[in-house]
Nanobody, 113 residues
């Protein structure tokens, strides 16, 4: 079992920045990811990062968001800059551990126009 706890969400004006954190209860050797789900929409992948630091981003956030991880702290981060109202969503942390998928409870990001 893995517990994932997200933090750092909040209300920000368009153009602003937020940094999300996700703390895992144990060391994760596989890739970790951030997903988001906007009201009335399906959950979508935002960014992934391998243990070695290789990253991948959704086209909608590339160049504005940066995913990183601190393996010593079992924590993954999402630095979000130049936020837009369409970035408003619940952001979820995700990892795969021994072929089981784990999710955090999410943190709400609201971007006002």
């Amino acid at each position: 079992q893995v517990q994932l706890v997200e933090s750092g969400g909040g209300l920000v004006q368009a153009g602003g920045s937020l940094r999300l954190s996700c703390a895992a209860s144990r060391s994760i050797v596989n890739a970790m990811a951030w997903y988001r789900q906007a009201p009335g929409k399906q959950r979508e992948l935002v960014a992934t990062i391998t243990r070695g630091g290789s990253t991948n981003y959704a086209a909608s956030v590339r160049g504005r968001f940066t995913i990183s991880r601190d393996n010593a702290k079992n924590t993954v981060y999402l630095e979000m800059n130049s936020l837009k109202p369409e970035d408003t969503a619940i952001y979820y942390c995700n990892c795969n551990y021994y072929n089981m998928n784990f999710w955090g409870k999410g943190t709400l990001v609201t971007v006002s126009a």
